[in-house]
Structure formats: C-alpha cells, structure tokens
C-alpha cells in the first residue's frame, strides 16, 4: 500500500510506503524527488500536504505520533502523541483538527507552532471517527463511532448543529461549498441501509434522505454547483440534490 496526497498548486505529491518511516516529495509533472526524509519513529500510515504547501502532516505507528514538517526540507516542526488517525486541515492551512488522547474530544493546533488553541468537548461524542472543514474554514464538523454528528463553530468553539443519523459509526462526513452536510453510516444499521442522507447545514433540516449509492464505494465526493454532487469511486456518477435522481452514470459515460 502507498499513502499519497496533492498539492494541486504547487505540483507536487507526497508519497509514503507502508511499512516504512520513510516519505518523498515529488515533482509529478517531471517525477523529480524534490525532498526525501524519514520520521524519527514507527511507520507511516498517514500523509497530508497543506494547502499552501508548507507543511506536510505525517502520521507514525508503533509509536502513535503525528509529525508536522518543513515540506522544503522534510525536518518536524512538531510532533505530539496520537492514538486516532482522524486527522483534518483547515482550507487556509491554519489550523490542523485531531481527536484527543480519549477520542472524546477534538483538539484544534496551530499549525505552525503545534499549539493547542481549543478543545471541543461535548457528551454527545462517543469515539471521535471522522473530522471535515467546510470549505470556508468556519465550520468542523465531527461524526464518532455511534452515529452523532456535532457542528462547531472554529472561531468562537460554539456548537452549532448536532444530528443523530444512525446506530452505526459515521463512515463519509463532508461539508460542501453550496451549505450542505453529507453523512452516511457504516455497520449494520438496517434503519439507514448505508444510504447518504444530506442535510441543510444553515437550518438543520434534511434535504435528501437517501441517495442510491453504496457509501462503501466513495473515494471522493465533488460538488461544482449547489444542485448537483459528483461521486468518484468504485461506481461514479452524478446525483441531483432535492429529488435524489442519478443524471450521470459516469461509468457508462463516453469519454
């Protein structure tokens, strides 16, 4: 298994193999290795570039400690202890999200200076699974491993939205540009039938209560306007948001 991640604006990839403390950074339009490094301890097992490029985020196993990097030189800026692999960065690379030691609380860092600048704590989080930004920066959503989803606030650590939208552990949680929150639930809840449900973030209601695609086949969810979501995956395709309907079967699209 590799471990790759983008930075559209610079041109580059970070790349790691599993099973190794070692990463790269690469030119991907020349395949020139730009910086090669290793962190001090463990196996990667997670790699993030900020979005503008300056850091890396490389997470190592055995032990559990995720590294902030120089992405010129590959040297930590900081590190600091981490049990769970939920990891997010904020759109303007200011500020990294990670569950706590327990799972029960979220930590936001400085990404410059590892500084914890809030926590968020609410006794609705049971095992924190999955963090997401919205795209603006101003919201973090936080799904765990019992089907909650809370909304926080990133300037004043308000919560804002909470959803209960299953029994099961909150497997695809994303907030996109057009003010929509994307959930589904993986287990066995036969109550949500591993369907996406879609809620409007400004009031709380939902807007779709299922789509008919597996949440299991999702690599990436795309949203270019506010009517339409674009799936990529295992079976990519189009769906219109308000009546659930499938435009576009990309699979079956001519290119």
Known sequence: RVYVDVNRSA??????QQGTSEFCVVDFETGETLVAG?????NVELVKFSNDGVCLLVRGASPYVLYCLNAQTGKPVWSTPQTSRQVALSPESRLVAMSGSDRETVELRALDTGDVRKRLAHAGITRVN?????PD???LA???MS???????VGNGHLVRQFKVGNGRVQTLQITRSGFLIVSIGGDDPS???KLQIFALASGKLAETQLGIRPEAIE???HPNSGHLIFTGQNPSVWRVGDGRETLDLLGARV
């Open 147 to 153: 089907g909650n989803v809370l909304v926080w606030q």
């Open 38 to 42: 290793s962190i001090p301890r463990g």
């Open 11 to 16: 041109d580059r990839l970070l790349v790691a």
């Open 130 to 134: 999955r963090l997401a930004f919205s």
């Open 220 to 222: 990436g969810i795309l």
């Open 137 to 139: 920066g101003h919201h």
């Open 192 to 194: 949500i039938g591993k």
């Open 142 to 144: 936080i799904g765990d």
